[in-house]
């Protein structure tokens, strides 16, 4: 495989989610490590308030229970502007704290709901928010609807991973650049790694070593696709 010019973008998130960043870009390679499994448990006893959604996956595991037919709350507290984009459009009356965990809570505790909360969330979700709104005076239960499969990076993306060329990694959360570099790590990746990272605690979580380190301005997707671009003018 000859030496590209220009380093490749290599994308890890959900395929879903992979697909439009790289629609943002104007392309990308992309290889998941991920895959959702949705899970459909029982809701806790009582009534709700709100719910509180911290990712779009978690949107749309809602969204299958309640077409399933079980009630939810309609009232949604979302992390991020795609988060409450996409409860709105499966029929959650949606509020967004327009950042991460922190601006979430922040923007609840804001809020001063009435009544308790229903957290869903992901098997793995970094953070402890359940906790943190319990502290704050916020009564919140939290509930598992999904877990993510971890997979192993395609042919493709080895191959590519393994040549000399550098390779630009956008990173969106603690746990994938901890599973990115443990998978770098079992391929031998040769490549040196150009890393865009949403946040620092994303950084310091990616333990491998990196050419280039550009940390997003803020976390959502548009300062991330600044951190892309500047990676990109370094080749």
Known sequence: MARQSQPTILLTRPLAQSQRFADQIGGALISPLMRPEFLSPPLPSGDFTAIVLTSETGV?????????????????????????????????????????????????????????????????????????LISAGIETVSLVIYRQIVQSLTDIAIAVLQESGPVI?????????????????????????????????????????????????RPDSAAMQRAVQALRGRG
Request: glycine share 6%.
């Open 60 to 132: 749309e595991a809602a969204g299958r229970i309640s077409a399933a037919g079980t009630a939810l709350p309609k009232q949604a507290f979302c992390v991020g502007n795609r988060t409450a984009a996409a409860a709105r459009a499966v029929g959650f009356k949606a509020s967004s704290a327009s950042g991460a965990a922190d601006d979430l809570l922040a923007h609840i505790i804001a809020a001063a709901p009435v009544g308790r909360l229903l957290l869903l969330r992901g098997q793995d979700s970094a953070g402890d928010l359940e906790k943190r």
């Open 169 to 217: 990694l956008p990173i969106f959360s603690p746990r994938s650049a901890k599973l990115l570099a443990d998978e770098l790590r079992r391929i031998a990746a040769k490549a040196p790694i150009w890393l865009a990272a949403l946040s620092p605690a994303v950084a310091e979580a990616f333990d491998f070593t990196t050419v280039f380190t550009e940390i997003a301005s």
